[in-house]
Every structure is written in C-alpha cells, then in structure tokens.
C-alpha cells in the first residue's frame, strides 16, 4: 500500500489560515488523495479529495503538488470546532480497492 | 443532511458472548464498510460489502466476524465468540459508489468483560 507522512501534531491560532501537508511519494498513478478528520468521540468526516487538480469545496481547499508526491490541506480560517486528526489517504479506487488505510495523521490544536 | 446511524452507542459484554452491531447506512447508498478503533490506536478497516457479498476484507476479519444486510436498510456486524482484545469502537460507513467519499457513523463503543 502507498504510505503518507504527516506531522504528528500542528497549532494554529483562531481565524487564522492552516496548511496541512502531506508527503505520499510512493503514490500510484490511480491513486485519489483522500482527507478526512475526526473530531473527538466522532467518526471519521470526509473533507476533500482530488486526484491531479487542485479542488476546493465548502469546507477545505486541497493544493497537489504536480509530482504528486505531495498535497496540503488548507483550512482557510481555523475555527474552533476545526480541532481534530486529520487524515491524509490514498485511495486506490483506480485499482478497484475501496478501503481507506489510515494513519496517525496530524493532531491540529485551534488556539482562542 | 442523511447520515450513517449505529445502535447501540455502548455495549458491553462477557468475552466468549456473540454480539451484533448495527448500522443504517445512507439510504440510496450501494457499498458499505466496518472499521474499527481500539482506543488510542489508529483507524483499521475491517471489511466491505456490496451488492450483498463481501468485496474486501482485512486480516482482522477473521471466522468470527460476519456481516450481512438483513434488509433494505440496515448493515450488521456480527462477532461470534468475543474476545478481550475485540474491545473498540467500531465505525460503519457507506457510499454510494466505491470510488465516492464514505460517510461515517459514530460508532458503537464495545466493551468485552
């Protein structure tokens, strides 16, 4: 399976913009960067996912590298329901496997 | 917005005792997933389902773990003989195609005496 690398953990003060990165440079050419967080005592929520493009939606923007080997998440204003682990996934839909792999992923902390 | 339901939030149980976990997927939903979270631990999937046979599964999905969709609407997981070690939260999901985002429930918290 195609890995990512992530911070384990990232602070941002409120209102302010964060970018999360991500480091996959092993990725396939059918893998989808998929992102998705989870709130404490929640499941996971989908936030975005792209494959070659830069995508953008109501919740996150997601900036590919043009290699593919990276991707950042940016949150545009942090807010403090934002707090959660975020999780960078490759998805390898393109090979007919559904499953997501999950990692440690990146622990953001939202300051007042 | 619909939403993945599990029932119940918390059950606990005699290790050795079957249980069953239950789920509502997204109604107009067409795969369906269990994964689970032992606590502190990283998200594992354990297994998909779709057009009612199992499409993938992990090496924790062993013999004593099933799954099956009863009806129209509900997704269930079944552990036959639990052991300590099935202690976790567990997470169904669904979408609507295989390649589309999974929507998550909740969770059912297991406890295993």
């Known amino acids: 399976d195609a890995k990512t690398t992530q911070p384990n953990s990232m602070e941002s003060n409120e209102e302010e913009p964060v970018h999360l990165p991500c480091n996959h440079s092993?990725?396939?050419?059918?893998?989808?960067i998929h992102w998705y967080r989870q709130l404490p005592s929640q499941g996971p929520e989908y936030v975005i996912h792209g494959l070659t493009s830069n995508v953008n939606n109501r919740m996150a923007s997601l900036a590919i590298a043009e290699d593919r080997k990276s991707s950042t998440l940016i949150l545009h204003r942090a807010t403090l329901r934002d707090a959660a682990v975020y999780y960078c996934?490759?998805?390898?839909?393109?090979?007919?496997?559904?499953?997501?792999?999950f990692g440690k992923g990146t622990k953001l902390s939202v300051i007042p | 917005e619909p939403e993945v339901t599990q029932t119940p939030s918390h059950q606990v149980t005699q290790m050795g005792q079957e249980v069953i976990l239950r789920c509502v997927p997204i109604?107009?939903?067409?795969?369906f997933y269990w994964y689970r979270q032992i606590l502190g631990q990283k998200v594992e999937f354990l297994v998909s389902f779709y057009n009612n046979e199992i499409s993938e599964k992990s090496e924790i999905f062993d013999d004593q773990f099933s799954v099956e969709r009863p009806d129209g609407s509900n997704f269930t997981l079944k552990i036959r003989s639990t052991k300590l070690e099935d202690s976790a939260m567990y997470f169904c999901?669904?979408?609507?195609?295989?390649?589309?985002?999974?929507?998550f429930g909740d969770g059912t918290r297991l406890s295993i005496l």
């Open positions: 996934i490759l998805e390898g839909s393109g090979a007919g496997s559904y499953q997501l792999t």
């Open positions: 109604s107009n939903h067409l795969y």
């Open positions: 999901a669904s979408s609507g195609f295989g390649n589309q985002p999974q929507h």
């Open positions: 092993t990725i396939s050419g059918t893998d989808y």
